[in-house]
């Protein structure tokens, strides 16, 4: 079993910055596939962005040259830094991890990819 808990989110205006983390559980951490999605008000969950054990990284069109993720396996932590905030991206933020090894397609993009959920993180941009 992999807990996660996210922290970072807040209250910020267009513009600003915020930095969000996600501490799991588990001593294979570095092993694990890492993704962070939103999920704004009436709308459906979405892919924000991904990192893999190796530490490629993938991101929506939507956040591409604005957040970067990143990850810190001594600490067993995956940060979101986001810059560049817009009121668009107001919502919970929930970090994910995969902690089985990959089979079939590579849909770091997808929900079901993911095996363990974090609580969330509510992100408000004022404009």
């Known amino acids: 079993q992999v807990q996660l808990v996210e922290s970072g989110g807040g209250l910020v205006q267009a513009g600003g910055s915020l930095r969000l983390s996600c501490a799991a559980s588990g001593r294979t951490f570095s092993s694990y596939y890492m993704g962070w999605f939103r999920q704004a008000p009436g709308k459906e969950r979405e892919f924000a962005a991904h990192?893999?054990?190796?530490?490629?990284?993938y991101y929506a069109d939507s956040v591409k040259g604005r957040f970067t993720i990143s990850r810190d396996n001594a600490k067993n932590t995956v940060y979101l830094q986001m810059n560049n905030l817009k009121p668009e991206d107001t919502a919970v933020y929930y970090c994910a991890a995969r902690s089985t090894d990959l089979t079939g397609s590579y849909a770091y993009n997808e929900p079901s990819f993911y095996d363990y959920w974090g609580q969330g993180t509510q992100v408000t941009v004022s404009s």
């Open positions: 990192i893999s054990w190796s530490s490629s990284t």
